[in-house]
C-alpha cells in the first residue's frame, strides 16, 4: 500500500458508520421479479427513446431503447419476457412524480442473446473501448449517473496527469462498493488498467476507505505495480469527487470547472467493473450492487436486476410498512426518500435504506446564528447565508452565495441544533432556479424559432411575388408597383401565420 502524502479537504464530520451490518456478509441475488419497470431517464442527459413496442418478445440483454444525445444513455432488457408498457410510472424522485418508464413482465426463462466478447482487450483502441462502453449503456454508478463513455472520452481527448477509482464510500450503512472490493477484486484492477490505458493516465489510484480493511486486503493480494492503493481517513463526505480530489493530490477543482480541466479524472469502482465486463465480454448493464439496510431482518448486499421494484427487495427482507418507516435511496446524509414503493431500482441507486420514523429530527425551529453549520461546510459555503436566501426565494442572492457549489452532503443539517433541513431548502431553491433557467431558454428558443420562420416567410413570399412578375412583361411595372407586390405578398403570408398560429 503506497504512503502517498495525503491532504485535508475544509470541514467535513464523523459519523457512526453502521456498517458492520452488512459489510462482511456476501452478496445474494434476489428471486427475478414478475415485472421489471425501467425508467428512460435515469442518468443525467436526455431520456432514452423506446426501441421497443407494447408486445413484443424481448431477450436478456436486448436493446430496448436507444441513446439520445451526446449525453445519452441506452437501456437493455435485464431478462428475457415481453414489453407491458410505455408509459408513465412512479420513480424515486423528491416529488414523487410519475416519468415514462419500459415495462417489462418477466417469462423467468432468463433466456440471453449472444453477447461479442474480446478475447484480448489489450488490442483494442481506445476508440473501440468507449465505443463499447457506450454500447453497454454504462452510467457513473457511484450516484451521479453521468454516462461513463462521455467521461472516458473526455479523457481521451486531454491530458489526464491522475486517474482516481473511488471506493471511498463514506456515507454511513451503504457498503455495496466494500463488497464488490471484496468480492471482485480482479475486476476493480483490470478496469481500472484498461481505463488508465485508454486514458493515457500518468498514475492510477484505488482509494479505499481506512474502515474497509477487508476489500483493501483484497486489492492487496492482486494490484499490479502500475496501480496505487491509498487509504483514505473516514471523513465524511472523503468520498465527494472534489474532496477526494483534494485528499490524494492537493489540487482543488474551481467554481465552474471539472476535474478534468485540472487533470484528473475519477471513476467509482462499481463504473470500473462495469466498464471492464462491458470491454471484455460485451455485458451491457442490465444489474448492480446496491445494499438494503436499516431496520430488517439480516440487511445484505444484493445484486439487483435494474428494474425491480423497491417493493419486492424490500419484501424479500420482510418489510411492508411504509407508515412506521421512512424509505431511502441512497444514505441518511444525501439519499432520497423513496415515497411509492413501486418506483424501481435504476443504475444509480446504491442503497436501499429502511428507517423508523421515530428515527427522524425533532421540528425545525427558527435559525439562532449559532455559526455551527459553517466549520463543517467542506466547499467552505456559509450555510447559513444560503439558507436566508432560499427561505425566501431570493435566488439572485442564492447564487451570490454559491448555491450550485453546494454538494447537498448535509453535513451542516447534521450539525444545526435549530434541526433545520437545510439541504432541502438548498435542493428545492437548485431546482426552482433550474426551472426558471429552463423556461427562459424554452422562451428564447420560441422567440428564435419564430423570428426564423417570420425570415423564411418573407424570403418565400418575396421570392414567388418576384417569380409571378418574372412571368409577366418586367419592362411594364415600374418599380414602386414591384416594391408594393411584394409587400403585399408579404403581408399575406405574415397573416396566414397568424392565424395559422391561434395569436
Ligand atoms: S447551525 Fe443552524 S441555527 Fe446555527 S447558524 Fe447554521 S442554520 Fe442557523
Ligand atoms: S450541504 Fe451544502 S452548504 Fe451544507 S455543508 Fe454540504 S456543501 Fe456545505
Known amino acids: 500500500m503506497s504512503q502517498r502524502r495525503l491532504h485535508s ?20 441475488r434476489l428471486p427475478v421479479p414478475e415485472k421489471l419497470i425501467l425508467s428512460l431517464q435515469q442518468h443525467v442527459g436526455l431520456a432514452a427513446e423506446p426501441c421497443v413496442t407494447v408486445g413484443q418478445s424481448v431477450l436478456k440483454n436486448e436493446l430496448i431503447a436507444t441513446a439520445r444525445g451526446y449525453v445519452g444513455m441506452r437501456l437493455h432488457a435485464p431478462t428475457s419476457g415481453v414489453i407491458t408498457a410505455i408509459g408513465p410510472f412512479p420513480v424515486i424522485h423528491p416529488s414523487g412524480q410519475s416519468t415514462s418508464c419500459i415495462e417489462l413482465t418477466t417469462d423467468g426463462e432468463e433466456t440471453a442473446c449472444e453477447l461479442v466478447r474480446v478475447d484480448d482487450p489489450a488490442k483494442l483502441d481506445r476508440k473501440a473501448i468507449y465505443q463499447r462502453i457506450a454500447d453497454a449503456g454504462i452510467v457513473g454508478l457511484g450516484g451521479a449517473g453521468f454516462p461513463a463513455h462521455v467521461k472516458v472520452r473526455e479523457g481521451t481527448a486531454q491530458t489526464v496527469d491522475t486517474l482516481i477509482i473511488n471506493g471511498v464510500e463514506c456515507e454511513p450503512y451503504i457498503t455495496c462498493d466494500d463488497r464488490l472490493m471484496q468480492e471482485y477484486p480482479d475486476e476493480v484492477l483490470a478496469g481500472a488498467a484498461l481505463i488508465a490505458r485508454a486514458m493515457n493516465a500518468k498514475e492510477c489510484i484505488v482509494a479505499v476507505e481506512e474502515d474497509m480493511p477487508s476489500a483493501m486486503g483484497a486489492l492487496r493480494g492482486a494490484a499490479p505495480d502500475a496501480i496505487e492503493l491509498v487509504s483514505v481517513p473516514a471523513i465524511y463526505p472523503a468520498g465527494g469527487e472534489k474532496q477526494l480530489i483534494t485528499v490524494l493530490t492537493g489540487l482543488e477543482v474551481p467554481t465552474g470547472m471539472l476535474p478534468i480541466n485540472i487533470g484528473v479524472a475519477v471513476l467509482n469502482v462499481a463504473t470500473v ?74 443504475k444509480t441507486v446504491n442503497c436501499v435504506l429502511a428507517l423508523p420514523r421515530d428515527w427522524e429530527e425533532e421540528p425545525e425551529r427558527a435559525c439562532i446564528r449559532c455559526g455551527e453549520c459553517v466549520p463543517v461546510c467542506p466547499v467552505g459555503l456559509q450555510p447559513q447565508q444560503l439558507f436566508e436566501a432560499s427561505r425566501i426565494s431570493d435566488v439572485d442572492a442564492a447564487q451570490d452565495f454559491h448555491l450550485f457549489d453546494c454538494i447537498d452532503c448535509g453535513c451542516c443539517a447534521y450539525v444545526c441544533p435549530s434541526r433545520i433541513p437545510l439541504v432541502h431548502y438548498f435542493r428545492y431553491a437548485k431546482s426552482s432556479i433550474e ?24 424570403a418565400q413570399a418575396s421570392t414567388t411575388a418576384l417569380s409571378g412578375i418574372e412571368l409577366a412583361d418586367v419592362s411594364s411595372v415600374d418599380a414602386g408597383e414591384l416594391r408594393n407586390e411584394v409587400a403585399a405578398a408579404v403581408a399575406r403570408t405574415r397573416l396566414k401565420h397568424t392565424d395559422d398560429s391561434g395569436e
Open 435 to 458: 426551472a426558471l433557467d429552463r423556461d427562459r431558454a424554452h422562451a428564447d428558443l420560441a422567440r428564435a424559432r419564430y423570428a426564423a420562420h417570420e425570415q423564411r416567410a418573407s
Open 9 to 28: 479537504f475544509p470541514g467535513g464530520i464523523s459519523l457512526d458508520p453502521h456498517k458492520s451490518e452488512t459489510q462482511d456478509t456476501a452478496s445474494i
Open 273 to 346: 467493473v462495469a466498464v471492464f465486463r462491458a470491454v471484455t465480454s460485451g455485458q451491457p448493464l442490465i444489474e448492480r450492487m446496491l445494499t438494503v439496510a436499516g431496520d430488517l431482518r439480516e440487511p445484505r448486499n444484493v445484486e439487483s436486476l435494474i428494474g425491480t421494484p423497491i417493493q419486492h427487495l424490500l419484501n424479500y427482507f420482510g418489510f411492508s410498512d411504509l407508515s412506521s418507516h421512512r424509505v431511502l435511496s441512497g444514505g441518511p446524509m444525501m439519499g432520497t426518500e423513496v415515497l411509492d414503493l413501486r418506483a424501481s431500482v435504476t
